[in-house]
C-alpha cells in the first residue's frame, strides 16, 4: 500500500505559477509510473501528466508548454511545476502511483485544490 499526499494548492491569478508536491509513505524508486490527474467540477477526471521510471514524460494537449512534471526518487517526491496558469486549469489536483504490473493507476492522493481567477 502506498500513500500518497499532495500539497502546493492554492488560489493564484491567472498567468501565475504553483508547484505541486505529491510526497509517498515509501520508496517510488520502483513504481513504473507516477503522475497527476485533474478534475474541474462538472467534467471528467483527466490525465495531466505522468513520468516513467525512466523519465519519459507524457502531457495533455492542453498544458504542453506550461506545465513540468519530475520526480526525485531519493525523496520519494513528485513535482508539478505549473507556468502561465489559466482559469481553465482550475481543478482538483490528485498524484498517482502505477506500480508494476497494472496499467491505470492503483493508488490515489487526496487532492489538492488549484484555483485560477481571472
Known amino acids: 500500500q502506498v500513500q500518497l499526499v499532495e500539497s502546493g494548492g492554492g488560489l493564484v491569478q491567472a498567468g501565475g505559477s504553483l508547484r505541486l508536491s505529491c510526497a509517498a509513505s515509501q520508496s517510488i524508486f520502483s513504481i513504473n509510473t507516477m503522475g497527476w490527474y485533474r478534475q474541474a467540477p462538472g467534467k471528467q477526471r483527466e490525465l495531466v501528466a505522468d513520468?516513467?521510471?525512466?523519465?519519459?514524460?507524457n502531457y495533455a494537449d492542453s498544458v504542453k508548454g506550461r506545465f513540468t512534471i519530475s520526480r526525485d526518487n531519493a525523496k520519494n517526491t513528485v513535482y508539478l511545476q505549473m507556468n502561465s496558469l489559466k482559469p481553465e486549469d482550475t481543478a482538483v489536483y490528485y498524484c498517482?502511483?502505477?506500480?508494476?504490473?497494472?496499467?491505470?493507476?492503483?493508488?490515489w492522493g487526496q487532492g489538492t485544490q488549484v484555483t485560477v481567477s481571472s
Open positions: 498517482t502511483a502505477i506500480p508494476w504490473p497494472f496499467t491505470s493507476p492503483k493508488y
Open positions: 513520468i516513467t521510471r525512466g523519465g519519459s514524460t
